[in-house]
C-alpha cells in the first residue's frame, strides 16, 4: 500500500547549529560556548579520519597505472602471436581477370 503524498514530500532539510539548536546560523558561526568545543572536536575527527578539511585534491600520480612496455616488445609480441602469415587466396572473381584470353582466330 502507497504512502499518502504528505509523509512523502518533506521539503529541503533546514541548516541548524547542532549545539543550540536554532535554525538561523550553523554551528560554524554560533556564539554559544559549547560550539567552540564542537568545532575543536570536529576538526580532531577530521584529521583522524584523514579527510581534508574543504576538499579532495585530485590525485596527480595514479596509483594503479600498469609499466608501459616498449616499443619493440609490443612488435614482437604481434609476431608471435600472428605467427606465419598464410598466402591469401584469389578471389574467383580476380582469378578470372587473370586468365589469359584466346585471340578469336580470323580467318581470311
Known sequence: MK???AVRAQGKQ???SSCC???SYRIESCEEPGADQIRRLMAKLKKIEGRPSKHVLRQEKKKRISAQKS???AQK???QYRGKLA???VSPSEKR???PRSMPLVSC
Open 14 to 16: 533546514r541548516k541548524r
Open 21 to 23: 539548536s536554532s535554525f
Open 77 to 79: 609480441a604481434t609476431k
Open 87 to 89: 598466402p591469401q587466396k
Open 97 to 99: 581477370l587473370r586468365i
Open 3 to 5: 504512502r499518502p503524498s
Open 71 to 73: 616499443q619493440t616488445h
